[in-house]
Each structure stands twice: as C-alpha cells, then as structure tokens.
C-alpha cells in the first residue's frame, strides 16, 4: 500500500482513486499536523533569532515561497489540462498570500493586520479540515496545500513572537476594505462561474461552516458576520494597552 502511494505523489488530483484518500483526522492526517507544526516552529524560532537584515530576508524568502507554491499549482493544473476558475487564487487564504509578499517586500500595516484578523485563523481552519482530504497523503499537490498555509501561519505568527507587530482593532477597519473587495470579487466570480469563493454559497464539508449552515439556513451569511465578530472581539481584547503594555512602533 505504501508503494501505490508514493506512486501517485504527481498523479493529477482528479485521477487519484478514491480508497487513497487520506481523510480527515486520520492517522495521516495527524501526522501531517504534527510536521507542519515543526514548520511553523522552525519558522518562528529562526526568525526570532535573526538580526533585522536577516528577518527581512526571511520575510522576502517566506513570501517568494509563498507565491512560488500558488504559482505551481496554477501552472500544474493547466498543464493538466484540467484548470477550472475554482482554482483561481480568490479565497480568504488566497488574498493572505498577496499581503504577506506585499508585507515582505514594505512592511505596512494593511497587510498585517489582515494577516492578523483573517490570515491567523484562516489557514489553521484549512489544514483542520482540509478541503483536499480526498487526496493521497504522499502527493505533490496535499503537500503544496498545507505547506501554504503552514506558511502563511508562521509569517503571521513570526512577526507577533518577535514583538515587530502588535494587532490593533483601530486598524480593522483596513481589513473591512480589503475583505469588502475581495468579497465582492468573489460573488462576482461565484455568480458568474458557480463557484463557492470564500465558502459564501456552501459551508465547507467537514469545516463547522458545514453545521452552522444547516442551523442559519437563509440566514447563512449574517450568522457568520456575527460569529466573525465575535472572533475579533476574542482576537483583539488580549492586545489592549493595559493587558499587553505599550505597543512597538508599528508598521504603517
């Protein structure tokens, strides 16, 4: 069995049998957490332990990879022959790709603090349960999957363990508009192409999107709004001035 696994670590995603699957909170899928942990360890620890030449080297080389492993699986799937718009990169985690290069290259606080409100949680949603656990655990295209979000979680994370970037509700309102624009893109493109771009028209099957759908029903949307909310409110309140002390300068 090990063997018809690693044969089809670069079959096409929509030409591996079924019975390979490795499955949500399977065994393989655990162990796959537990590497990416080390990920995201390694990432933070070596960053933190940088001088400020070389963190900005890290964020560079982090955001290039970033980028590089979108790119590939964007030219993998056309060169497959089998490229559809939901591969388009318009999802949550997608445009937290953008702001990390664009951190990368000018730190800034827009960037940041979408990668903070939305880009934290959202590739830990991800690789929880992953949208791509029909897929063998030795493939090309598992990996490209949670190492991007191992990625985007330990660019985030890196910067707050380092003290170089401390959240700030009096910015969320920057998150609000970068999420109002690539909200409406994507109604755009799932009216158009019927595709379900930030999970707006289903709930990811096997995500607590999925229940919370079935309970909201018509009223889907607002209920994730609210729950967003909620979310920030429990994100930001650590960060006020009396429970953290007074801020770094931050990135503007």
């Not at 056309?78 to 702001?99: K, M, Q, T």
């Not at 018509?218 to 409110?233: N, Q």
Request: glycine content about 6%.
């Amino acid at each position: 069995m090990t063997d018809q696994w690693f044969s089809h670590f670069w079959t096409n995603p929509k030409r591996v049998p079924a019975d390979l699957a490795f499955g949500q909170f399977s065994p393989a899928h655990f162990a796959a957490l537990a590497v990416l942990a080390v990920v995201v360890a390694a990432i933070v620890w070596g960053y933190c332990r940088a001088n400020p030449r070389q963190r900005r080297i890290i964020r560079l080389v982090l955001g290039l990879v970033i980028i590089g492993l979108e790119l590939f699986r964007q030219v993998a799937f056309l060169g497959y022959g089998i490229y559809d718009p939901s591969i388009l990169p318009l999802h949550l985690c997608a445009v937290a790709e953008f702001a990390v290069l664009v951190d990368a290259i000018r730190p800034n606080s827009w960037a940041r603090e979408y990668c903070y409100a939305l880009g934290s949680w959202g590739p830990v949603c991800a690789v929880l349960f992953p949208d791509w656990a029909n897929q063998p655990i030795f493939n090309i295209y598992t990996w490209q999957s949670f190492l991007i979000h191992a990625c985007l979680l330990g660019y985030i994370l890196m910067l707050l363990v380092s003290r170089e970037f401390r959240p700030s509700a009096r910015h969320l309102w920057k998150v609000i508009i970068i999420m109002a624009v690539a909200v409406a893109a994507a109604v755009a493109a799932n009216h158009v192409w019927g595709t379900n771009f930030w999970f707006l028209n289903v709930g990811s099957p096997g995500s607590p999107l999925e229940p919370i759908q079935q309970f909201a029903g018509a009223f889907y949307i607002p209920v994730v709004a609210v729950l967003l909310a909620i979310v920030w409110v429990i994100m930001y309140l650590p960060w006020r001035r009396r429970v953290l002390g007074t801020p770094p300068a931050a990135a503007e």
